[in-house]
């Protein structure tokens, strides 16, 4: 249902969940190059991971299993480190709820109908609440995380509810009470679940692009109180992401994909975007003029910088299950 109310089509809403391959079990599906008999040791560097030595680890034991004698078998120290790494794959599972909008939801419109933030159609929360009440049950409080708006836009909704002067000067029009009235009760129905055990755990400004990554990385942000998916004792992470999205040409056969955020990723934070081909948006933006306080692509989450983080909690505990 979550799926169906984003897509245009039917063929679109189908979902299609299918849980990311161990980094070596991977690679190990992949074809093998071929090579000359005399450069053996090259035909090992072509199909070895060389992402990170977790994953390096990880294909030379499947390797030693699946051809014995093709690769040097691991030594005590490197049998204890793998054994290590396999622990660290073991525990409960996580689940991590990310509610998302649209860059300059937070902003006056590009048209200038509206004096600042606008978040009585926000695109993600109700959702967020949705599905937070179905599924939360199945990991627990603690062991769900939930990045979002809620207090934001409930805040929002109330002053903007409170008469028509208020709605005129957050809204942009007088006449907009009565939705804004309705959608202040459906989305505290939606949320109420949510709202009872306490609130999403990360609101407001932090809910951005570098907010997703570290949880999902288990570094917490300097400073903050938030939770993380820890980086040893995880054994499944289960990720929801509700948002706008959409992709913008890099280079000329390629594209970036990405997910909106309401909020900007702060500048120092801007080197998750090092191996994003960001600059292509500037060819497909409807509005170039329109200021958002930041440059565009740092309200951007892009798959690029969701599989860096991915892959950094795989380097920590390469058979976590991720969904």
């Known amino acids: 249902a979550i799926s169906a109310a ?3 089509t039917a063929e679109a809403a189908t979902p299609s969940i299918t849980p990311l391959a161990h980094g070596a079990e991977a690679a190990a599906a992949m074809p093998r190059p071929q090579v000359d008999s005399g450069t053996a ?11 990170c030595g977790a994953h390096a680890l990880e294909h030379r034991a499947l390797e030693a299993v699946r051809s014995p004698g093709t690769v040097a078998a691991l030594s005590p120290e490197e049998t204890a480190e793998l054994a290590r790494l396999h622990q660290a ?7 991590v709820l990310v509610g998302g909008e649209h860059g300059g939801i937070m902003r006056e419109d590009a048209h200038h109908t509206r004096p600042g933030p606008y978040l009585a159609g926000h695109c993600s929360l109700q959702w967020v609440g949705i599905t937070y009440a179905r599924l939360a049950k199945y990991f627990g409080r603690r ?16 002053r903007a509810s409170k008469d028509e002067a208020s709605a005129e000067q957050l809204a942009g029009k007088a006449s907009l009470l009565p939705m804004l009235r309705r959608r202040l009760v459906e989305t505290e129905a939606a949320c109420s679940q949510l709202i009872a055990d306490g609130g999403a755990d990360y609101d407001g400004p932090s809910v951005h692009a570098a907010t997703v990554l570290r949880v999902l990385r288990g570094e ?13 004792g995880a054994g499944a992470v289960v990720l929801v992401m509700v948002s706008h999205g959409n992709a913008h040409p ?7 994909w990405y997910m909106h955020m309401p909020y900007a990723v702060p500048p120092q934070d801007d080197c998750n975007y090092d ?4 600059t292509g948006f500037q060819e497909v933006d409807p509005h170039p003029e329109w200021d958002w306080g930041a440059p565009k692509h740092r309200f951007k989450l892009y798959s690029q910088m969701l599989f860096s983080a991915h892959h950094a909690a795989l380097e920590k505990a390469p058979r976590r299950r991720v969904v």
């Open 6 to 8: 984003a897509a245009p």
């Open 41 to 51: 040791g090259e035909a090992d560097i072509g199909r070895s991971p060389r992402c």
């Open 89 to 95: 794959s073991e525990g409960d599972a996580w689940l």
């Open 143 to 158: 062991r769900t995380i939930v990045i979002a708006q809620l207090d934001e836009t409930l805040s929002w909704l109330r």
């Open 220 to 232: 917490p942000a300097p400073g903050s109180g938030g939770p993380v998916v820890p980086q040893r």
């Open 250 to 256: 890099a280079g000329p056969h390629n594209h970036e």
């Open 275 to 278: 191996a994003v081909a960001h």
